[in-house]
């Protein structure tokens, strides 16, 4: 079990939790509060910003693969690649890009709020993590997350 922590951190209980408030959002909410479609832009159209948010999504989710190799994670902090912008590119790629696009896709502001929520719900998650993550690397780590931001890259560094 504490390997499986080591290598998938929060992600799976994220995971877990992002599905159960979509699968919530999609057969309850939209129908509870009624909201409106986003624009009245063609399925090609919102077809295409999805495909182009995967995209990106899945250019973050190589570039931190390739930057962080898994036999490393958790011995070595990686301040390198894709974590010289975010702290957690993974969950970044998915909550900042992937759900955003799939809201557009779905074209109801309803899913917009839920990309908006998951937002904290995975703050939460995150403290944690980097709980363990400062313990094995005092100072260093508490550095990082000055320079570093957690889902969005910070513009101003300290």
């Given at each position: 079990?504490?390997?499986?922590?080591?290598?998938?951190?929060?992600?799976?209980?994220?995971?877990?939790?992002?599905?159960?408030?979509?699968?919530?959002?999609?057969?309850?909410?939209k129908?509870?509060?009624?909201?409106?479609?986003?624009?009245?832009?063609?399925?090609?159209?919102?077809?295409?910003?999805?495909?182009?948010?995967?995209?990106?999504?899945?250019?973050?989710?190589?570039?931190?693969?390739?930057?962080?190799?898994?036999?490393?994670r958790?011995?070595?902090l990686?301040?390198?690649?894709?974590?010289?912008?975010?702290?957690?590119?993974?969950?970044?790629?998915?909550?900042?890009?992937f759900?955003?696009?799939?809201?557009?896709?779905?074209?109801?502001?309803?899913?917009?709020?839920?990309?908006?929520?998951?937002?904290?719900?995975?703050?939460?998650?995150?403290?944690?993590?980097?709980?363990?993550?400062?313990?094995t690397?005092?100072?260093?780590?508490?550095?990082?997350?000055?320079?570093?931001?957690?889902?969005?890259?910070?513009?101003?560094?300290?």
């Amino acid at each position: 079990m504490i390997e499986f922590k080591r290598l998938f951190g929060s992600g799976f209980k994220g995971l877990i939790i992002s599905l159960i408030l979509f699968f919530i959002t999609r057969h309850y909410l939209k129908n509870i509060f009624n909201t409106p479609d986003i624009f009245d832009s063609s399925f090609l159209t919102r077809l295409v910003i999805f495909i182009l948010l995967s995209v990106v999504t899945t250019g973050i989710i190589i570039w931190s693969v390739i930057s962080l190799n898994p036999k490393l994670r958790g011995k070595t902090l990686i301040t390198q690649g894709a974590f010289k912008y975010f702290r957690h590119p993974l969950y970044a790629a998915f909550l900042t890009f992937f759900n955003f696009g799939l809201a557009i896709f779905l074209n109801n502001w309803i899913y917009i709020i839920w990309a908006v929520l998951l937002h904290p719900v995975w703050h939460i998650l995150m403290h944690e993590e980097e709980k363990a993550l400062k313990k094995t690397f005092p100072g260093d780590y508490e550095e990082y997350c000055r320079q570093t931001g957690r889902f969005f890259p910070k513009i101003i560094r300290i």
